[in-house]
């Protein structure tokens, strides 16, 4: 079992539809990612969260945009997006204050744009 | 910047048998960390194993083990007896410690080796 849960698994959605993605860990991590990931190809970095605060924008169109309501939930909230953004969405997480510390990743969401 | 280069695509090997992925990396920094990912269908990211580049052991996980070569940026993945679970994509994957001004490390992920286990 995964120590990082997301939901949806799956999501279809219309290029017009609000919907979020959200990320759960209760392992006391203080950073948390999100990664989107297209077939065969390795993930790639969109946000980064230290102690609910953003550190890291990869320059990510705004359609896309994270919220962290707290230490142990990550959202992503999607709106007007394009074909092109179907993917993999991975959430991380790892320990801050450590010499370091690997992620963790969640099952993903599979989001498909109709 | 860095970068992680995976030469090998897709790699196959029968069960019980041995195979090497190989990773290569580039980087001017003297100390950061190496990861060897898996993720198979199920589609998580697994950890497989984690090196140090201070460390001159070579790290070893039960069957899983890598041949660490600092000089040359070399860190392969060996896979002893290996086992139809063992069929995912493997991803070799670079923490640079001076990205860590938070501690926070960013991944450097190579484009993945797609590894088959034959009965």
């Known amino acids: 079992d995964t120590e990082v849960t997301q939901t949806p698994k799956h999501l279809v959605m219309g290029m017009t539809n609000k919907k979020s993605l959200k990320c759960e860990q209760h392992?006391?991590?203080?950073?948390m990612y999100w990664y989107k990931q297209k077939a065969k190809k390795p993930p790639e970095l969109m946000f980064v969260y230290s102690y609910e605060k953003l550190s890291i924008n990869e320059s990510v169109p705004s359609r896309f945009s994270p919220e962290c309501p707290n230490s142990s939930l990550l959202n992503l909230h999607l709106h007007a997006l394009q074909p092109e953004d179907s993917a993999l969405y991975l959430c991380?997480?790892?320990?801050?204050?450590?010499?370091?510390?690997?992620?963790?990743f969640g099952d993903g969401t599979r989001l498909s744009i109709l | 910047a860095q970068t992680v280069t995976q030469s090998q695509p897709e790699m196959s090997v029968q069960e019980a048998e041995t195979v090497t992925l190989s990773c290569t990396y580039d980087?001017?920094?003297?100390?950061?960390?190496l990861f060897w990912y898996k993720q198979p269908p199920s589609r998580q990211m697994i950890l497989v194993i984690r090196q140090e580049a201070y460390k001159q052991q070579n790290a070893t996980e039960n069957r899983f083990s890598v041949n660490f070569q600092k000089a040359a940026k070399s860190f392969s993945l060996k896979i002893s007896d290996s086992q139809l679970g063992d069929t995912a994509m493997y991803f070799c994957a670079f923490m640079s410690t001076a990205d860590r001004g938070s501690t926070l490390g960013r991944l450097y992920f190579g484009r993945g080796t797609q590894l088959t286990v034959w009965p």
């Open positions: 991380a997480s790892s320990q801050e204050g450590q010499p370091y510390q690997p992620q963790h």
């Open positions: 980087t001017s920094e003297n100390n950061y960390y």
């Open positions: 392992m006391g991590h203080r950073a």
